[in-house]
C-alpha cells in the first residue's frame, strides 16, 4: 500500500487484475447515496447532449453563424476545465455534499437564465457559468461515486460512465422533443431537471455517507499531472475529446448542410448514439479489461474510432451513412471514457479528488478547443475537413498512450509495477 503526499492519511490498495476489475457485491447493489448522486449524474450529463439536435435552431432563430453557435459548446466546456483544477481544494474544505448542491444550483440558475435569453451572445455568457456550476458537481460526483460505491473503484468508474451515457442518451431525445416547441424549451428543462438532482442529493446524501475530508493543497492537481501516469493521461484525454466533440459538436451542422436539421430526427440519432455508449460502457468495457490490460484496449480501441470519423468524412454527403457511423460510433466512446477515467484513476496513488479534478480539467479543455475548430474547418474547407481533423486528434491520443505506457503500468494493474511507482513517488516526495 502507497501514501499520498496530498492525503498521508488516506491509504489505496494496488489493483491486482489487469483489468482491475475485482469481484464482491455487483454493481448494482449500492448504497442509496450512491444512487442519489448517479441520478444528478445522468441529468448533469443531459445538459451537455441537451443542446444539440438544437444548435441549428438557435443559429437560424438567432441569426448566428456556426462557429458562433459552437461556442455553446466551447465557453461551457472551457469554464468546466478550468474550474474543475480548483474544485479538490474547495471539495476537502467545504464537504461533498455541500459542493455538489453548489454546484447543482449555479446550473439551474445559469441554465434558466440561457432560456430566458435574447441573443445567442447571451447565451454563450450564461452557458459560462453554467460550466462553473458543471465543473463543481461532476468532479465531485465521480470522487463521491468512487469514495462510497461498493465492489471496488472499478464498478464505481463503470456506474458513473453509465450514468454519462444515459444522461448523453437522454438528453438529446429531452432536447429534441422540447426544442420541436421552442428552442428555449432544452434549457428551462434542464434547469427544472437539476433542481429535481438538488433536492435528491439534499435528501439521499446524509451527513454519516461522506468521510470527513482532509484538505488538499490548491496546486496539487497541478503537481499530480507532472505525476508520469496521470500526465500521460491527461494529455492523451486532450486529445481524445477533441475527437469526441467533433463527432458530437459538428455533426448536427453536416447533417444541416445535406437537409436534416430538424431537432426531433436530431435527437433521436443522438438517442441511439448515447444508448450504444452507455451499453458498451456498462458491459464492452469491463469484458475487454478482464482479458486485456486497459493500455492494450486503449491503443487497440482508439484508432478504430479514428477510422470511424475518417469514414463520417467520405461519406458526409450520405444522411444514412452518417447517422449509422455516429451511433456505431458511441460504442467506441463508451469503452474508451470507461477506461479512460479507470487509467486516470489509478495511474498514480493521488487522492481521488484531486486526481479527478486535474485529468477532468485537462479533458473537458480539449472538448472546448474542438468545437469552433470545427466550424471554421467546416465552413472554409467543406462538412469534411472536421472529421478528417477528429481522426488526427485521435491518432495523436493513441500515440501518446504508446510513448508513454510505462508509465501507465500501475493503471494496468501489475502489482510489481505498483510498488516501482511507490517507490519513484517517494522519490519525488523527498525532493
Known sequence: MTRTDDNPTELHTPVHAAGGHS?????????????????ACVVSFMGIGLVDPILPAIAHSLKATDAQTELLFTTYLAITGAAMFFTSWLS???????????GLAVIVVFAALAGASGSVWDIIGFRAGWGLGNALFISTALAAIVGAASGGAAQAIILYEAALGLGMALGPLVGGLLGNVSWRGPFF????????????????????????PVPTKLTAPFRGL???????????????????????????????????????????????????????SVWIAPALTNRMRRTTVL???????ALDLLLIALFVQSVVAIIVLVIVGGIFLGILNTLLTECSMEATDLPRPVASSAYSGVRFLGGAIAPPVAAALGNAFGAAVPFFFGALTLVIATLIIIVGRRALRRADGSEEDVVVEAEAIGLGDAD
Do not use: C
Not at 25 to 36: D, E, M, N, S
Not at 189 to 211: D, H, N, P, W
Not at 265 to 274: D, K, M, N, V
Open 23 to 39: 469481484g464482491g457485491k455487483g454493481i448494482l447493489h449500492q448504497p442509496i447515496a450512491v444512487w442519489a448522486v448517479a441520478f
Open 92 to 102: 476537502t474544505r467545504i464537504g461533498t455534499k455541500k459542493t455538489l448542491l453548489i
Open 189 to 212: 428543462g434542464t434547469a427544472t431537471l437539476m433542481a429535481v438532482g438538488f433536492v435528491a442529493i439534499a435528501t439521499m446524501l446524509r451527513k454519516g455517507s461522506e468521510a470527513k
Open 226 to 280: 507532472a505525476k508520469p501516469g496521470l500526465g500521460v493521461m491527461a494529455s492523451a484525454a486532450l486529445f481524445y475529446n477533441m475527437g469526441f466533440f467533433v463527432l458530437l459538436a459538428y455533426t448536427p451542422f453536416a447533417l444541416a448542410k445535406i437537409g436534416l436539421d430538424a431537432a426531433i430526427p436530431l435527437g433521436l440519432i443522438f438517442t441511439g448514439w448515447g444508448i450504444a455508449l452507455a451499453i458498451s
Open 299 to 305: 491503443i487497440a480501441v482508439i484508432p478504430v474510432l
